[in-house]
Structure formats: structure tokens, C-alpha cells
């Protein structure tokens, strides 16, 4: 059982994740802004690794994606950045990209590598399910990863419990058919949705994500779901001046 399960084991509510763009705002940054996070109260953590195309992001992410690849930062230097990483992080940690990069990379020595760090799951948005049920889920399993599916307000029924089925943490709910970046508005339509997903019953919690930039809308999510993630209000926050300030503000408002 990996952090990351024994996270969501042993805490069904409440759960507050921070996505962040590895190299942004510096290059070299990236085991000092996850040790703030965490420092801060964040219960589990996304490190994104950027691409030049980010379809499921948002401006925001996209800037800082592009600032990153500008700046130099790839999977390697990812990886070598993070191979300290349990000296420094206790709390869950996952990665974010997109399934181009890791093929480029390879997915046994990219998933070889994610345990060697210390890496509990990945989210791959564009990993096709069952590509990653056909061809990837043994290499995953192998070493420990979860690999955490995107649920929106359009997936079928028969496709979320597919995606149930072969989850073994926790199940990524898309807050509206939109980018990243957006704001949560729980409508009527919200609310049926996210009751709709609580009353399948499912054996995997689910998180909500999407629209989620402060005390206001995590609460209004983490109603419905054990917990919310935070990431474009973060790293539009996020002060290169002066960043260990501006991450602890913007974490203060959800003690």
C-alpha cells in the first residue's frame, strides 16, 4: 500500500491537494515549494511536468508550463530534482502531464523511476483507458503507482465504473467540461452531478478538481467529495520574489 492509499485509508474527508508546475516561477524550486505545501497543511501533492500542449489546462497553467520549458526544465531534470525527495516530503505525492512525454521517456523506466523517488501516482489525462488497462497497468502495478482517471459531468455510467474498477485510490472528478483555471459555481446542475456520482456507490473516493481557488470553494466541494485540488488559483499566486511568503499565505486561509 503506497502514502497515497493509506492517505485516503485513514482520512475520507476534508483532503486538500495543490498542484504546481515543476520549474515555475524558478527553475529550481521544486523540492522547496513541495516542502512548503506540505509545511502549510496540504494533505497530498500534484507536480506537474510540462508540455508544450496542455489541452486540459488553462491559461494560467499553460504560462506557466511554457515558462518552465523555457527556462529548461524536462523529465530528467524532474526526476533528479526529486531524488531527494523523502528527505524533504512525507506527504503523498503525484505527477501531472501528458502521455506524450512519458512515452518519450518510456513508461517501465518513467514508472521505475517514480518509485526510485518516492512518487505514489500519476495523473495522465490523456492516457486512453484502455491503453493503460491493455498495455500500461502491469508496469504501473509493478512498481507501486496508482494511476488516478478524469470523471466529467459527461462520462457514462458504465465508463465510471469501468474507471472504478480499475482504480485503487482515488477517482479525479472534473468539476465542468471546461480547462483548468475556471471558478467553481455549484449550481443545481453541480449538485446533481456530484450526488449522482456519491450515490453510485463506489469502492474508490473521489476528489474534486477544477475550479477550486479558495476557502470558499473547497468547501463548497469537499460537501460532496473527500476532498479538493487546488491549482491554478496556487500558481497564479505564486510570487517569485518573495515565495515562501506567498505560499503561506495563500495556504492560511484554509487553517
Known amino acids: 500500500m503506497n502514502r497515497l492509499q493509506q492517505l485516503f485509508e485513514k482520512q475520507q474527508k476534508g483532503l486538500l491537494s495543490i ?3 515543476a ?26 511536468f510540462p508540455y508544450s500542449d496542455p489541452v486540459a489546462d488553462g491559461p494560467v497553467i499553460q504560462a506557466s508550463s511554457k515558462q518552465a520549458l ?7 531534470l524532474l ?7 523523502r528527505q524533504h516530503v512525507t506527504i503523498p505525492i503525484l505527477l501531472m502531464g501528458y502521455v506524450n512525454v512519458v512515452l518519450q521517456y518510456g ?18 489525462p490523456d492516457l486512453p483507458m484502455y ?18 482517471f478524469l470523471v466529467t459531468p459527461q462520462t457514462s455510467e458504465e465508463r465510471i465504473r469501468k474507471i472504478d474498477g480499475l482504480s485503487n485510490a482515488f477517482i479525479y472528478l472534473v468539476s465542468s467540461a471546461a480547462t483548468t483555471g475556471g471558478n ?16 453510485m456507490k463506489l469502492k474508490n473516493p473521489f476528489v474534486i478538481g477544477f475550479g477550486i481557488s ?3 470553494t473547497f468547501n463548497a466541494a469537499t460537501e460532496h467529495a473527500s476532498g479538493a485540488i487546488i491549482g491554478s488559483a496556487f500558481v497564479k499566486n505564486m510570487d517569485k520574489e518573495n515565495l515562501e511568503e506567498s505560499i503561506k499565505s495563500f495556504m492560511g486561509q484554509f487553517k
Not at 516561477?25 to 506537474?48: C, H, M, R, V, Y
Not at 467553481?184 to 450515490?199: M, P, T
Open 19 to 21: 498542484y504546481f508546475t
Open 23 to 48: 520549474g515555475y516561477p524558478n527553475l529550481d524550486n521544486t523540492l522547496k515549494i513541495a516542502s512548503l505545501l506540505e509545511q502549510s497543511g496540504a494533505d497530498f501533492l500534484e507536480i506537474g
Open 70 to 76: 523555457d527556462s529548461g526544465m524536462t523529465l530528467p
Open 79 to 85: 526526476f533528479e530534482q526529486l531524488k531527494d525527495l
Open 107 to 124: 513508461v517501465d523506466e518513467f514508472c521505475k523511476k517514480c518509485q526510485e523517488v518516492g512518487v505514489d501516482g500519476c495523473i495522465i
Open 131 to 148: 491503453e493503460y488497462e491493455e498495455l500500461y497497468r502491469p508496469t504501473f502495478e509493478k512498481y507501486g503507482l496508482s494511476n488516478i
Open 184 to 199: 467553481l459555481s455549484v449550481s443545481e446542475n453541480s449538485i446533481a452531478y456530484f450526488k449522482r456520482i456519491a450515490d
Open 214 to 216: 479558495n476557502k470558499e
